[in-house]
């Protein structure tokens, strides 16, 4: 499935593709039909964080398309039963219906057979259907690249993560955050706290201080607030961003794995105006441009930043694995042999921490 | 030119009619020029707001699906605030029903059963019966007050319902994703149409308003509430027992809340997640009060803010207005409406000043 | 001489009411004027339009000759003009001091105020605790506090809406005195009310209105109580007829050596209360309100639950312990002192309140109400006690007091209950239907029913009753024979100076605290 997303790229993503995708708009042009698409935003777009990655994204089709897109984009919709309502009422009038939540994926598997003709895509979905395609980002390849940082940078050893949820995408990037520290330092530990909630900054700034106030000096935060790494800058400690380049919030910040979904947004939307659309599991990662390095800081000294860089460059040709074996977990039992790669499959339903993980996932 | 504000001597009857009208009229002025300001159309918004959502089938039975629960809870609370019995939990109430229907659908030992829905609905009526009985007692035995116990208890069913989707009721199939596996077919409530959401779940809510307007209009016991809340001590004076009013007025609420939650997961949900209600036990309350605590009064204001919540999202889709300004000009007519209300028992007089 | 007060073709309508039509009067300095009529026939709402609370829709206010433009209660006060009002407007959670501190211009000072509070209100025999919190007053007590904050205001027009009703004979003697004092001293006095002999002794002139008219100005003092009345009511008064009593021997109403202490500042103790009222008679209990009276009252209501089941006896049986809705299946029917909030729901129509203690009488069935049946009730009760309401339909809240308790008098003695306790049978009711209320109270005890009577009227306790108790301090005196009393040794034992009953010491300590 990685494999069919990338040919895609090929096809339609880089500048060569340009012409072929204008081939395919042109027949949706002389049946003088607009492409229209529907955009459903799980919270208000704001400067930084998830929403505004994908406002990027319908941004960026607006810029591919210009007056032959009509997009439709509805904020703060999170709760399921309000879901299942707008997504029906954008498939009754839009060729292309995009979902940007989690939450939004029972309310997509509802609506999605009863508009066999448009096409779904759902980010962090992770049921697809004939017409409801997913896609989402290797956030882990991000975060080992930033532990290779706070490998470094961590004078105590200790490194901590926020996190949104305890479920796999968030899950297993913290855990790829420790493994690219320990690459660097084998004895560093990572003390996590789940917030149960992307958006609750009274309660991440709490968390932020417990962890700091356990000798934690490098803190990375999964939330959908820049809350973590300002109150991490005004305690004195590192931290990385996520999503958006949060360098603005504190001069301590590292650096940041951010998200651009353009590609598949504007991939997405060629490809159902060119009438051969299917529905897919994209999953990318730093090789496709989908998770990507925000500048570094520069206190990282120059021989960090190009080992960073080489680990970056090693993750996109596919040389280095972050999980790749011996894993062991909590209790130091080996999941992940010596030499194997986790599966697909497993990543993506990771629920178990690595060894120097501390904290559990409930 | 000074003012004051007066009691009138009797409840204005011309009021009581026109203030609908008057908040109406008030909120399309101060809504256009709101429109205006955005540099948009404002016969087009309102169009947008009031007119479109409803203009379809489907609109329809949206807005329908979206004002059951918002009166079914409606009326439930409405008998006790008329004790002057402050339910201010049906949030709480309303997931502890969807919880405990949700237990029996998940885990019913024949999911093809027929029994399926009416035991959810026993269920989910009792455990949010149960949740509003907790401060009931409370209130009738030690006085505690049932305003801050019902409160509370929303908060702590909403960590209840978080620790079972997070923990032994997560779907072993779902990725540790915070929510239960899907209900099976059985214990859901099946569209009129498969078109179309509405399900027949729309019947209780019919049903409720009946037996809201029988109980506050015709029963004795509705009577007597209707004493204790309007004049306690006439109620002591009647010999009314007071610690009935609080359990009738607190079970109502609570009950109506749980058969809401039931509903709300065997219709439109299908699972529980960490979030399976938009703030309907507490919008309720305000829908209670746009109805006057009346049963039919409590269906017009269920509609009107249902359609508001739906008109918000067409005006979002068709004019691309943010969310935000929508939601003001919910607010704006939500404040007009009861603005216009307290001037049916008051009265604004000007003041003759001194020569 | 230019009158203080003068009112020129004032009118004012509400829906449906013609409160005051085209009224004008005129009050000199130093004159005490009476403005006597029905309830009803518009003098609260006259009384209220002079003070400014409410604007006439038409006509014209004069003080001192210059005409006053603009009107409201700050103005009148500054004029000079103060108002005791018949429903007190005082706040119910701070002390009587704070109360009157409230109203008065100037700096903070309660300490002196206080001092101030005790001594005048010692001058005028009205015996007032600046201290207490007016939540725990009797309403007798409140309107003290009323009185001595418009006297400490020194007015130049004092408006007073019956006030004597709450009073001691000795009392109104000595407000009387007051009166007279404060008007040689030139403050004009409005002095409302419907007691024709009291207006004779006190009033030199009385405006009389009847349906919002004035129908005369007569000299108080030479116009006959028969004359003044016929203004008033336009007809002839009815008498009532008191055949003897021919009580049963068994009592159906019993207090045996009740005790009930509360917390000093929470009401009245009540001390050994023991009484008896027989199937056949009427009993009635005097004294000035605040000794204790509401406490017993909630005693035998069931209102207020007693300690020992014996304490309270009903028809034999005891019943201290039962709450107000069974003592009512056993026959025991209770007008309350407060008519609205009470006695009937404010916000509820006649017709519901019908409901409200005339339930067990057909009103429900299978735990349904038959409205029609509530409002066949509630017609019969305004019909038969001449309550002035639009119809069944109307709100208690929108009768006038006096109204409402002929309604509520009347939905009580319709339910023929066994033992019928009465607080205030006639407060604020017109003359012509106090007197029908009075008679009604006689005859339903003729037929059987035992009657117990709460009243500060002593006039209207010697008219019904048949044997007479007087409560001070949460005591009881020895019952007294009507027949064989009189004022003089019930007023005695109101002020607690009959030595027989307790010691003078105790009753005088108790009458102060």
Redesign the interface.
């Known amino acids: 499935m990685i494999r069919t997303s990338r040919r895609k790229f090929l096809k339609y993503g880089g500048a060569a593709g340009a012409a072929l995708g204008l081939g395919g708009w042109a027949n949706l042009a002389r049946a003088d039909e607009i492409l229209r698409v529907g955009v459903v935003y799980v919270s208000p777009v704001s400067d930084i964080g998830w929403t505004k990655q994908h406002s990027l994204g319908v941004e960026a089709i607006r810029a591919e398309f210009g007056d032959r897109v009509e997009l439709t984009v509805l904020d703060n919709v999170y709760n399921p039963q309000d879901a299942e309502r707008v997504f029906r009422e954008l498939a009754s009038t839009n060729h292309l219906v995009f979902g940007t939540s989690f939450s939004h994926g029972t309310p997509l598997q509802r609506v999605a057979p009863r508009f066999p003709d448009v096409a779904f895509e759902h980010c962090s979905g992770i049921v697809h259907l004939d017409n409801l395609g997913t896609f989402e980002a290797k956030y882990y390849e991000g975060t080992y690249v930033a532990g290779v940082a706070a490998g470094h940078m961590s004078e105590s050893g200790r490194i901590g993560f926020v996190g949104g949820f305890p479920i796999p995408d968030i899950v297993g990037p913290a855990n790829a955050l420790l493994l690219g520290a320990q690459s660097v330092n084998p004895d560093v530990t990572c003390s996590t706290i789940f917030l149960n909630s992307w958006y609750d900054p009274g309660r991440e700034r709490e968390a932020v201080n417990t962890l700091v106030s356990q000798g934690c000096d490098v803190i990375c935060s999964m939330t959908d607030t820049a809350t973590g790494v300002q109150t991490s800058g005004e305690l004195g400690a590192w931290s990385i961003g996520y999503a958006s380049d949060m360098s603005q919030f504190s001069d301590r910040h590292l650096t940041a794995f951010t998200l651009d979904w353009s590609s598949y947004y504007v991939d997405a939307a060629r490809t159902v105006a060119d009438g051969n659309w299917v529905a897919e599991e994209h999953w990318g990662g730093l090789s496709d441009g989908v998770v990507k390095m925000s500048p570094y800081n520069e206190a990282i000294p120059a021989e960090v930043q190009a080992e960073m860089d080489s680990v970056k460059a090693a993750i996109a040709a596919g040389e280095l694995h972050p999980y790749r074996g011996e894993l062991k977990n909590q209790d130091g039992e080996v999941v992940v042999a010596e030499g194997e790669v986790l599966s697909d499959g497993d990543i993506r339903s990771m629920v178990w921490f690595v060894e120097g993980m501390i904290g559990s996932l409930s | 030119m000074r003012f004051t504000i007066e009691q009138r001597?009797?409840?204005s009857v011309t009021m009581r009619l026109a203030a609908p009208v008057i908040a109406t009229a008030l909120t399309l002025f101060v809504g256009s020029i709101l429109f205006l300001a955005l540099g948009h159309d404002p016969l087009r918004a309102f169009h947008a707001f009031f007119i479109q959502p409803i203009s379809t089938m489907?609109g329809l039975s949206?807005l329908l699906?979206?004002a059951s629960p918002l009166i079914l809870i409606a009326c439930g609370l409405a008998i006790g605030f008329r004790a002057n019995v402050w339910n201010i939990g049906a949030e709480g109430q309303l997931i502890m029903g969807a919880i405990a229907a949700s237990g029996i659908g998940l885990f019913w030992p024949n999911p093809d059963s027929v029994l399926l829905l009416p035991l959810m609905f026993l269920a989910g009526m009792l455990a949010g019966m149960a949740w509003a009985g907790i401060p009931a007692f409370l209130r009738a035995r030690m006085n505690t007050n049932e305003i801050l116990v019902t409160l509370m208890l929303t908060y702590v069913a909403a960590l209840v319902l978080?620790w079972l989707v997070?923990?032994p009721w997560r779907d072993p199939m779902?990725?540790?994703?915070?929510?239960t596996a899907?209900l099976p077919p059985a214990a859901m409530f099946e569209p009129f149409d498969?078109?179309y959401?509405l399900t027949p779940a729309i019947f209780i809510t019919v049903v409720a308003v009946i037996a809201m307007w029988?109980f506050t209009d015709?029963?004795?016991?509705g009577?007597k509430l209707?004493?204790g809340g309007?004049?306690p001590?006439?109620a002591?004076?009647?010999?009314?027992?007071e610690s009935s009013a609080i359990w009738v007025g607190l079970l109502a609420g609570g009950g109506a809340a749980g058969i809401a939650g039931m509903a709300?997961a065997a219709g439109?949900?299908?699972?529980l997640?960490?979030?399976?209600?938009?703030g309907y036990g507490f919008a309720a309350i305000i829908v209670a009060f746009i109805g006057r605590l009346n049963a039919f009064g409590i269906v017009l204001g269920g509609l009107l803010l249902s359609l508001l919540?739906?008109g918000g999202?067409?005006v979002?889709?068709t004019l691309?207005m943010?969310?935000?300004i929508t939601r003001i000009l919910q607010g704006i007519l939500l404040f007009f409406l009861l603005a216009a209300d307290f001037f049916i028992f008051y009265r604004l007089?000007r003041?003759?000043?001194?020569? | 001489m230019t009158p203080r007060l003068e009112l020129k073709n004032i009118n004012k309508r509400y829906p449906g009411v013609v409160a005051n039509d085209d009224i004008s009067l005129s009050i000199m300095p130093g004159e005490i004027h009476a403005i006597l009529g029905e309830n009803g026939a518009g003098k609260s709402t006259l009384m209220k339009i002079i003070y400014g609370a409410i604007e006439a829709d038409s006509g014209e206010i004069y003080c001192d000759g210059n005409l006053v433009e603009r009107h409201n209660p700050a103005i009148s006060r500054q004029l000079g003009i103060e108002m005791v009002y018949q429903h007190f407007a005082l706040f119910e959670s701070v002390s009587v001091v704070e109360n009157i501190a409230l109203a008065m211009r100037g700096r903070f000072d309660l300490k002196a105020l206080s001092e101030q509070v005790r001594a005048l209100s010692q001058r005028y025999g009205m015996p007032v605790d600046p201290k207490r919190i007016v939540h725990d007053l009797s309403v007798g007590e409140r309107q003290r506090v009323e009185i001595v904050r418009c006297l400490l205001q020194d007015p130049k027009l004092l408006i007073l809406d019956e006030p004597t009703s709450v009073l001691t004979p000795q009392a109104v003697e000595k407000l009387f005195e007051t009166l007279r004092q404060l008007a040689a001293e030139g403050c004009s006095i409005l002095y409302i009310s419907h007691k024709l002999e009291e207006i004779q002794q006190l009033c030199e002139r009385a405006t009389v209105l009847r349906n919002g008219a004035v129908t005369g100005v007569a000299d108080a003092r030479t116009t006959s109580s028969l004359e003044l009345a016929r203004m008033m009511v336009g007809s002839e008064l009815p008498k009532t007829s008191h055949p003897p009593a021919t009580p049963s021997s068994e009592p159906v109403l019993e207090v045996r050596g009740l005790t009930a202490e509360v917390a000093e500042g929470f009401g009245v103790s009540l001390r050994d209360v023991s009484l008896s009222v027989r199937a056949g008679e009427i009993v009635g209990i005097a004294g000035v309100s605040g000794n204790g009276q509401a406490e017993l009252i909630s005693y035998l209501s069931g209102e207020t639950i007693a300690e020992k089941a014996d304490t309270v006896r009903l028809l034999g049986q005891p019943a201290g312990h039962l709450d107000p809705a069974r003592r009512r299946q056993r026959g025991l029917a209770f007008v309350p002192e407060e008519r609205l909030g009470r006695g009937a729901v404010p916000t509820l129509s006649l017709q519901e309140n019908a409901i409200l203690t005339g339930h067990r009488r057909g009103m429900v069935r299978h735990g349904l109400l038959d409205r029609k049946k509530a409002a066949e009730f509630a017609d019969h009760v305004i019909r038969r006690f001449s309550v002035k309401a639009r119809n069944a339909q109307s709100v208690a809240q929108s009768l006038s007091g006096g109204n409402l308790q002929k309604f509520i008098v009347g939905r009580e003695i319709e339910l023929e209950p066994k033992v019928l306790l009465v607080s205030q049978p006639t407060w604020g009711v017109d003359v012509g239907a106090a007197a029908f209320i009075r008679q009604t109270l006689i005859d339903i005890s003729r037929q059987g029913t035992a009657v117990l009577v709460v009243s500060e009227e002593l006039d209207e306790l010697f008219e019904i009753c048949d044997r007479l108790v007087v409560m001070c301090a949460g005591l009881v005196s020895r019952p007294l024979e009507t027949a064989e009393t009189n004022r003089e040794e019930v007023g005695l034992l109101m002020t607690g100076l009959d030595k027989t009953t307790q010691s003078r010491k105790e009753v005088d300590l108790a009458l102060h605290d």
């Open positions: 001597p009797e409840p489907n949206e699906l979206k978080s997070h923990g779902g990725f540790n994703f915070p929510q899907l498969y078109a959401r029988l015709r029963s004795f016991m009577y209707t004493v309007a004049a001590r006439a002591r004076y009647a010999g009314f027992r709300e439109p949900l299908g699972q997640s960490s979030t399976i209600s938009p919540i739906l999202e067409t979002q889709i691309g943010p969310s935000a007089r003041l003759k000043e001194a020569v």
